[in-house]
């Protein structure tokens, strides 16, 4: 299921899959598109029922927000864990803005061959027509603004998420 996830995400830095509706072309939507696709493709029988939750209960939509509270559990937010992370797995911003707080979420993608492929992030970044964009985990630890920055100094960093459904 990893595996698939990480192709769907990867694919839409290529090219946005048609099936993806531009409306839902949003960091939390690519996190909900590659998911789902990823669990039609392997495990459809899952599908039967909504794969979220919200405040009211199961639920086809969440935001980046809901997302992150009621449907990934937190891993914490050091290195030690940067380490550990495995595809599918989700860093987690909040800025703040004059209009409220903005939730912004990338998804790991780790190679099997760890030893050769660095860890990397898809992410999309929120504008409208914007493409999906990735990067390297470690290189964003280091070398991104210090607001982008998944380490601990990052007060905008809320941490590294795991699915709620992946959690054994």
Known sequence: MRREVAQVALAQVKAPDAAWQPAQRDC????????????????????????????????????????????????????????????????????????GPIFHLMLVVRPEDRAHAPARVVYHPGEAGARVRTGILDSLATEAPLEWRPVPANAAFLGFFRFKEWMS
């Not at 493709?41 to 639920?59: F, H, N």
């Open 28 to 99: 939390a939507g690519l996190i909900r598109y590659a998911y789902r696709t990823a669990y039609r493709r392997v495990a459809s029988e899952r599908l039967a029922s909504p794969l979220w939750q919200d405040a009211r209960g199961p639920s086809d939509f969440a935001d980046a927000e809901t997302l992150i509270s009621r449907n990934f559990v937190p891993l914490g937010r050091g290195a030690d864990v940067r380490e550990q992370l495995r595809t599918g797995d989700v860093l987690a911003f909040r800025q703040e803005h004059d209009a």
